[in-house]
């Protein structure tokens, strides 16, 4: 290896270029390298060489590559990806969505990305790689993802997504003070079934109007969205006027979770098992009018008792019943917005041990993070819904002129 590394030094002197760099012999190498090895992958997959004759009828062949970027601590490499026509191809020396292939610094990104503080960072590399790092250093590192997150947040995407949903985490930035400030996610569910996250907004200090969510729905239109059939959210202020001036033709769906929630609020623990279980009743109704006839039995039980929770059910009720008209299968995802809260959960896991934030890019970094990464043998907030043709043949029932416009 010394003799081998020797040889690369004088070869880069003698012929007057650098070693590392977007022209480096280093990252041709790697380059090379990692090009070989995604062949190699495509070759075991498919189980013949290129142009062999084993591969004519075997149900699978290449088809062609597309190019990719990735950034390595010896500077970025250029790359072709191979594709397979049944689109089985994993490769593993350069997986799906990666885009670094940093060391050390991709382990001080992935620990950051788990909710670890600069500061508790600086001691984990010292102790396990007896490393010293500033803070600074680590700072500047976690900064490098900056440029991948704005193409990230501003990357096209799809015509049509049959659901959105809506929701809301809280997190401590500092903007001259500390103040809790909410982060919009939006989440898309596409024609094939995937979810993905599709933007994220960090909201005004004391909440948003429908100003707010016209720029951010309109954001999305601006990125390709055309149309939406289902938007799931928590009814928050603005949001349903917004949503509808942006796709007209969109129904707005107020998730049943955060409704029951609200109700419970108004209500003594004692009784919260009797309640959930009427409820239930009512946002289980096989039709809208038997929906109607339990509401009125739930308004005769606890009205007088506790009448403002029943006026928070009259009042979200146009914005309720939509998912009725559906299926028991298109029902499970759009009277919840439960993909995304479970997105959430993770979010809140990547912001526990942080007391506040000192600016607004600083918590975006650490939630695009956690949005983006995937988490192989285990389920992810993201991915493709299972069951999802049956859903798909419910849409097509309801929206079928919409969906083949989109196709």
């Known amino acids: 290896m010394r003799a081998w590394a020797e040889e690369l030094v004088a070869r880069a002197r003698d012929e007057g270029v650098e070693l ?7 990252t041709a190498l790697v380059r090379r390298v990692l090009q070989t090895g995604l062949e190699v992958e495509m070759t075991d997959h498919l189980g013949y060489e290129p142009h062999a004759v084993e591969g004519r009828g075997s149900g699978n062949s290449r088809n062609g590559s597309y190019p990719k970027t990735v950034t390595t601590e010896i500077g ?10 049944n689109a089985t191809f994993e490769p593993v020396t350069v997986p799906k969505g990666q885009r670094r292939m940093d060391g050390l610094s991709g382990q001080i990104i992935s620990l950051y990305a788990k909710g670890m503080s600069t500061g508790d960072i600086q001691a984990h590399v010292a102790e396990i790689y007896g490393t010293d790092i500033s803070r600074d250093t680590i700072s500047r590192i976690t900064d490098a993802i900056v440029e991948d997150m704005v193409a990230w947040q501003s990357r096209p995407l799809d015509r049509v997504y049959p659901v959105l949903l809506i929701d809301a985490i809280v997190v401590k930035i500092r903007d001259g003070q ?42 999305l239109r601006n990125r390709g969205v055309a149309d939406a059939f289902i938007v799931c959210c928590d009814g928050l202020k603005g949001l349903p006027d917004a949503i509808r001036a942006t796709w007209p033709q969109a129904d707005v769906q107020l998730c049943v979770v955060h409704l029951v929630r609200s109700s419970l609020r108004f209500t003594s623990k004692k009784y919260w098992g009797p309640i959930c279980r009427e409820m239930r009743e009512i946002y289980t ?3 809208v009018e038997a929906a109607e006839a339990r509401f009125a039995e739930f308004a005769d039980t606890w009205g007088e008792r506790y009448p403002a929770m029943i006026d928070t059910w009259r009042r979200a009720w146009g914005e309720f019943v939509p998912f009725l008209a559906f299926p028991v299968e298109l029902r499970t995802i759009v009277y919840t917005t439960n993909a995304i809260e479970s997105l959430n959960a993770r979010f809140r896991k990547g912001v526990r041990h942080r007391t506040h934030f000192p600016n607004e890019q600083a918590a975006l970094k650490v939630l695009y993070l956690v949005a983006t990464e995937r988490r192989p043998n285990r389920s992810n907030p993201t991915g493709k819904i299972n069951g999802w043709k049956t859903i798909l043949n419910a849409l097509t029932i309801h929206y079928g002129e919409r969906i083949a416009a989109a196709n």
């Open 285 to 287: 109704a096989p039709t």
């Open 20 to 26: 590392t760099g977007d022209d480096g012999l280093l």
């Open 178 to 219: 500390v103040a809790n400030r909410p982060i919009y996610v939006a989440m898309g569910v596409n024609l094939d079934g995937e979810r993905d996250v599709l933007g994220m907004w960090v909201g005004p200090t004391g909440g948003e109007g429908a100003k707010f969510w016209m720029s951010a729905l309109t954001e």
């Open 76 to 85: 970025k490499v250029e790359l072709r990806v191979p594709r397979d026509r």
